[in-house]
């Protein structure tokens, strides 16, 4: 896992067309220009944006298959961690709020995707396991949970040889301690 402490790496990140441009990448390499096509965004802006992410350690051209002036990007498929709020300078918690902003707002706008698409999906229309609830647990309890979730979220990271009818499936994950409203 890799901490992402540097607020300019973390303001790199919390940029929507970069995260548009991750997603993308995150799903098979690209060209600028593929990428500029698919987003409705200039070359000029993918190449920009392509550069900072590639600065930052986030994307990366692809080995030998860049050719000429058309160069081919990748993810990094980096698993990022950030700091401690308590560890975090103003300008790191900054830009983390802003990342997890744009997140909570991506994962929002693709549950709606899913619901004005469901009934088109066939058997993927149940698709969407739900759970809500509560653990009473400890600080050191919540990182071991996180972590096994992260094991088990590995696991099924790639379909299984056979699987023909597996698809990219969003998850979302967050737990933070209930406050009361009058605290």
Request: charged share 35%.
């Amino acid at each position: 896992m890799d901490e992402i402490a540097d607020p300019a790496a973390l303001k790199a990140l919390a940029n929507p067309l970069r995260q548009r441009i991750l997603r993308c990448l995150e799903r098979g390499e690209a060209t600028s220009t593929s990428l500029a096509k698919e987003l409705g965004v200039t070359t000029g802006g993918t190449s920009y944006n392509l550069r900072v992410l590639a600065d930052n350690g986030f994307v990366e051209e692809v080995p030998g298959r860049t050719s000429g002036r058309e160069r081919w990007w990748r993810a990094t498929n980096r698993e990022l961690r950030f700091p401690r709020h308590s560890e975090q300078d103003t300008e790191t918690r900054e830009a983390l709020d802003w990342l997890n902003r744009l997140w909570s707002a991506e994962y929002a706008e693709a549950h709606e995707r899913f619901e004005r698409a469901r009934d088109r999906l066939g058997p993927w229309r149940d698709a969407e396991p739900y759970s809500r609830g509560t653990i009473k647990v400890t600080l050191a309890q919540l990182e071991r949970f996180f972590l096994e979730y992260l094991d088990l979220l590995h696991k099924y990271a790639a379909p299984e040889e056979g699987e023909g009818d597996a698809r990219e499936v969003m998850t979302y994950f967050v737990a933070f301690p209930d406050v009361p409203e009058d605290a």
